[in-house]
């Protein structure tokens, strides 16, 4: 007998599009580097778990003004987690932030890296300086710019190619670097509060996991270490 269009086998359930459960969304997924600053952010909020997205909302933000050897330097915001955050959601916090950190902000490919900065470089040659010295520099370059990830500096270079007549500094390239990826950075030390503020994780029950068996800081250092550190 052939089944008709939308049958099922006896004692199975026909799964449809009204009835399949909805999956989350990545960061990594929802993650679209050509957009604003400030869409980036909301659609990355949107992709987090729901009770990520509950706990981000109820947090605390403090605005404080921060001053540098130059007297004021503008204000710094910093942002509080509210009270109540389990172990659970701790641990989920823990682990979408090494999502993120391994996704969205991992590093740069240092060969990437390297021919972006060698790129950007001579479009502003420098006279005096011989082959030997141009690539010792680019590898400084390199070495100062390893935490960003790829969209970043692949933007970063893109905007000053558009708008300046000059060659950049490290420094200022770092700026602007540090500037593009402000809003992914601010979400990820947000998750980073979360995480730390549930400090025994050791009774969480989660997918995967053996209760007792998980270290506090253990699932995102070695992303946090990749991408410095975060102001």
């Known amino acids: 007998m052939t089944a008709r269009p939308g049958s099922a086998p006896p004692g199975r359930a026909t799964v449809t599009a009204l009835s399949r459960p909805h999956l989350p969304t990545s960061p990594a997924a929802a993650f679209d580097p050509t957009l604003p600053a400030p869409q980036r952010r909301i659609r990355l909020t949107a992709a987090l778990p729901p009770p ?45 932030l090494e999502d993120l950190s391994g996704t969205v902000l991992a590093p740069a490919d240092s060969d ?31 070495e100062d710019l390893g935490e960003y990830p790829a969209w970043v500096i ?20 770092r700026a602007l670097c540090e500037e593009l990826c402000a809003p992914e950075r601010a979400l990820a030390d947000r998750l980073q509060a979360l995480a730390d503020a549930a400090p025994d994780l050791a009774g969480a029950d989660l997918p995967g996991t053996d209760r007792g068996t998980m270290e506090p800081r253990a699932l995102a250092t070695g992303a946090l270490r990749r991408m410095g550190q975060m102001g």
């Open 52 to 96: 990520l997205q509950e706990l981000l909302a109820q947090g605390r933000t403090d605005r404080r003004p921060r001053f540098g050897e130059d007297g004021f330097d503008g204000m710094i915001e910093q942002w509080f987690p509210p009270a109540g955050v389990t172990a659970a959601q701790a641990a989920l916090a823990r682990q979408t």
């Open 154 to 173: 692949d933007a970063a270079a893109r905007h000053w190619r558009r708008s300046r007549k000059w060659r950049p500094s490290i420094a200022e390239m």
């Open 112 to 142: 990437h890296l390297l021919g972006r900065v060698l790129t950007l470089l001579s479009h502003f040659p420098a006279k005096g300086l011989s082959p030997e010295v141009e690539r010792m520099m680019a590898l400084d370059w390199a």
